[in-house]
């Protein structure tokens, strides 16, 4: 069924159809509306599981940790300060092997207060062990959270599913809401280990010795690594069952392009334009999309840019002190690389300013034009 409607409903949608049997939550704008519809649900029987009504955030992935070891398929959501107060507990949640997914609505992190768009929130917990899929669209958000339970309950890994703040918390898009029936048949009844049992409460987190720690990050390492096939593996599966997939990546027009732009999640659709725009007066440029930050797909991006000499990352966020999250990662990614790459970074649409189609058409005629790569970002901003 077509419905019109934002991506928080969208992905309370997702959460009711995947049958989550606990959703503990504490609301945060912009968050807020999937808090909302689940809890709407919950009141006329429809979520079909327990809605649990936190103190903060932290209580909130604290309870979806221990139903998780219970053996309970879990959901929460949150954004901004409320993912940073949970800080402390997605260790626990990931070094526990607990598959919890977790919508994060990018916001701005204070100071100075905002509201708006940002990847900073979700960016700064790249190292908490968690699974990150951005999301470029309404739809995308609806699918990647039915496709998250099915990664996470396999590799036993937390799995964190990005949207980005107002621009699709809140725009309104057709989205296409599969029936009941077929998201049971894709995802089945969840079977992940009990380590936890109400009736005899005895687990406790251990307290091991050096070399034992070091064992248990080689081992949330490799399974790291397991979840790359497995994204693929359970995206394959969804495109035989919905009819569309996402992959960990996507690209186009990278055979003979002069440059590829490199995005992710909202700003790709403003780049779709403004290089289909470009094509049309003769310029080769192609477009990479980043979809899986974590665990970061090096190996697919190398098969993919070794082709290309020149690229240019986009991207809404800044790690203060060093340049775009997204192009750092990238850079490390092609190090190794016998092919030489020129790789520009860019950053706009910091705190939710707007990036139009102008703006990447001047990103992309800089990028062509430079003779050499800066160390730092290079600001972009509307109207400039």
Same mark, same amino acid.
């Given at each position: 069924?077509?419905? %019109? ?33 689940? @809890? ?15 103190? @903060?955030? =932290? ?8 139903? @998780? ?17 949970? =800080? ?26 905002? %509201? ?5 929130? @979700? ?25 998250? %339970? ?19 918390? =809140?725009?309104?898009? +057709? ?12 995802? +089945? ?105 974590? +665990? ?41 690389? +016998? ?46």
């Amino acid at each position: 069924m077509r419905k %019109f409607q934002t991506g928080n409903h969208a992905v309370a949608e997702a959460v009711r159809l995947c049958r989550t049997q606990m959703v503990a939550a504490y609301p945060i704008t912009p968050q807020t509306p999937i808090y909302e519809r689940l @809890s709407e649900w919950e009141a006329t029987g429809e979520l079909g599981g327990v809605m649990m009504r936190t103190e @903060s955030e =932290h209580s909130a992935m604290a309870a979806c940790l221990a139903a @998780s070891l219970a053996g309970v398929r879990t959901f929460t959501a949150t954004s901004s300060q409320g993912l940073a107060l949970m =800080h402390e507990m997605l260790h626990f949640a990931s070094g526990c092997r607990a598959p919890v997914v977790m919508v994060n609505v990018n916001r701005t992190l204070a100071g100075p207060w905002a %509201f708006w768009s940002d990847q900073t929130d @979700s960016l700064a917990q790249r190292d908490t062990g968690w699974i990150q899929i951005y999301c470029e669209n309404n739809q995308e958000a609806l699918d990647s959270v039915i496709q998250a %339970f099915r990664i996470a309950e396999k590799v036993l890994l937390p799995c964190m599913v990005v949207i980005e703040g107002h621009f699709i918390s =809140h725009f309104m898009e +057709p989205v296409e809401v599969p029936e009941q029936g077929l998201v049971d048949r894709f995802l +089945p009844p969840v079977d992940i280990p009990r380590r936890f049992d109400p009736d005899k409460p005895g687990y406790a987190v251990p307290t091991v010795t050096q070399k034992q720690f070091m064992e248990y990050r080689r081992l949330g390492q490799e399974a790291m690594e397991y979840a790359l096939e497995v994204v693929e593996e359970v995206d394959r599966e969804f495109v035989e069952v919905f009819g569309r997939g996402y992959g960990l990546i996507e690209a186009e027009g990278i055979d003979g392009a002069d440059l590829v732009l490199v995005t992710t999640a909202t700003v790709t659709s403003t780049a779709r334009v403004a290089l289909a725009r470009l094509r049309e007066k003769g310029y080769r440029i192609g477009l990479l999309k980043i979809r899986v930050f974590r +665990p970061f797909p090096a190996r697919v991006l190398r098969d993919v840019l070794d082709r290309v000499s020149r690229i240019a990352v986009i991207e809404r966020n800044i790690s203060l002190g060093r340049e775009g999250i997204f192009c750092s990662e990238l850079k490390a990614a092609l190090i190794n690389s +016998p092919f030489p790459h020129q790789v520009q970074g860019y950053v706009a649409g910091i705190g939710g300013s707007n990036v139009d189609p102008e703006l990447i058409e001047r990103v992309v005629m800089d990028a062509l034009e430079r003779k050499e790569a800066t160390d730092g970002p290079i600001w972009m901003a509307e109207g400039e």
